[in-house]
């Protein structure tokens, strides 16, 4: 197959477009660099099947041949981004969303829009299924990203009824790995970071509230089978071991062999209290379920980070 993904250079784009080179299919990469690394970039570009191409997808695309699908992973997801790419988080996810989905009309393509656990916002419904509409502030500091993925979850199936076009939509759950940038503000990377660093490990709140964190290999293996798939409707993706974020701090300090300890500061606004999801439908769709303990998951994004500092 002809695959366009859009936020190849990303952190879950790059393992994507590697598992999709190594099955031999051709990739078409898309990536306005805002956030995408350029190692990603130099290490796909290394693949005689894979092409780059440069571009935001608020601008319309121009790809010539044929184009079988198209997976949408591009959008600034982290928390720093925020409040610094607010408004391109919006276009992206508007205005770009629908140009991937008028190419994939102009190329009778499949489309699959990467979508997320911020859908649900701070839930009041635990674990999170697919039917629940979700406790999002529409004006709060997390905005531009919640209500931003809940449009373009919107957008897509608009264009199912309206234009017939093929789609899929996969809400992704926190997910982790080698490649995630060092400096995105997320969990993981920052208590990483710190313990790499020598220095206490910082918790927003007392770190009671929780996350499932799946491994990003497990994500990618949902993600091809749900474009493989006849599901239309969202499906839920991620690990559904629930921790709390103190938790996933002390493993961190532990695995590094840390005695510097931990770091109470104020959570900030809307920080979600639990995150879970309800996978029935993946395990009954796709017959998937994430495969990684989330402490090896750790330990080789730990490796993974040692690594990126001694190069």
């Not at 393992?15 to 796909?44: F, I, K």
Request: glycine letters at 8%; proline letters at 6%.
């Amino acid at each position: 197959m002809r695959i366009v993904i859009a936020g190849a250079a990303g952190f879950i784009g790059y393992h994507l477009t590697q598992r999709l080179l190594e099955a031999g299919h051709e990739v078409v990469g898309v990536d306005s660099m805002t956030t995408g690394s350029p190692a990603n970039e130099a290490d796909l570009r290394r693949n005689a099947k894979f092409t780059f191409i440069r571009q935001d997808i608020a601008s319309p695309l121009a790809i010539s041949g044929p184009v079988d699908r198209i997976y949408n992973m591009a959008c600034p997801a982290s928390p720093i981004d925020f409040h610094e790419k607010a408004v391109e988080i919006m276009l992206t996810c508007s205005v770009g969303v629908k140009n991937l989905l008028d190419l994939a009309n102009e190329k009778k393509a499949l489309f699959l829009q990467a979508s997320t656990s911020e859908c649900y916002g701070d839930p009041l419904v635990h674990p999170q299924p697919e039917s629940y509409r979700g406790n999002v502030n529409p004006i709060g500091p997390r905005a531009p990203y919640d209500e931003g993925k809940r449009f373009a979850e919107a957008m897509t199936t608009t264009y199912h009824r309206l234009h017939h076009t093929q789609i899929r939509i996969v809400r992704i759950f926190n997910t982790y790995g080698p490649r995630m940038r060092a400096d995105d503000g997320r969990a993981l990377p920052t208590f990483i970071n710190q313990a790499l660093d020598g220095l206490p490990v910082t918790i927003h709140g007392d770190g009671a509230q929780t996350r499932s964190f799946c491994y990003v290999d497990d994500l990618v293996e949902a993600i091809i089978r749900t474009a493989d798939s006849d599901c239309i409707e969202p499906i839920n993706i991620g690990h559904d071991v629930e921790i709390t974020i103190r938790e996933a701090a002390e493993a961190i300090l532990e695995i590094l062999g840390s005695t510097k300890g931990l770091v109470f500061v104020d959570r900030p606004m809307n920080d979600p209290d639990r995150r879970r999801p309800d996978l029935s439908r993946a395990r009954h769709i796709l017959g998937w379920s994430a495969k990684v303990p989330w402490r090896e998951g750790f330990a080789r994004t730990v490796e993974y980070f040692k690594l990126l500092r001694s190069t």
